[in-house]
């Protein structure tokens, strides 16, 4: 069973893998999601989808880092420097060829 559903009354979207039944095994913020005693992914509801939609499209530049990198803000400056590095190396790899 998989479908998508969207109720606007509740600007809900709501997908669905597999068949759910009761309340939500985990709330986050805009998030619910249920899944079996496997720990298969089962459904995914967005609550408010359309905020939650807004928000993205607002910042598709951005990437939301997690785990270890959670608190580090990259700029533009930061992947800049990366780049020339990284050329620099690829510049001494192509002489040794």
């Known amino acids: 069973m998989k479908a998508i559903s969207y109720l606007p009354s509740k600007d809900k979207l709501l997908l669905k893998i597999r ?3 009761g309340k939500p095994t985990k709330e986050s913020g805009r998030f619910k999601l249920w899944w079996n005693k496997q720990g298969d992914i089962c459904a995914i509801a967005i609550i408010p989808f359309s905020e ?3 928000e993205f499209e607002n910042k598709r530049d951005w ?3 997690g785990g270890v990198w ?3 803000n ?3 400056e ?3 420097e990366s ?3 990284l050329l620099k190396k690829l510049e001494e ?4 060829w």
């Not at 790899?93 to 040794?96: A, G, L, S, V």
């Open 19 to 21: 068949a759910v039944r």
């Open 52 to 54: 939650e939609l807004k």
């Open 63 to 65: 990437i939301q880092l």
């Open 70 to 72: 959670k608190s580090i």
């Open 74 to 76: 990259i700029t533009e």
């Open 78 to 80: 930061d992947i800049k």
């Open 83 to 85: 780049r020339q590095e």
């Open 93 to 96: 790899k192509w002489r040794e």
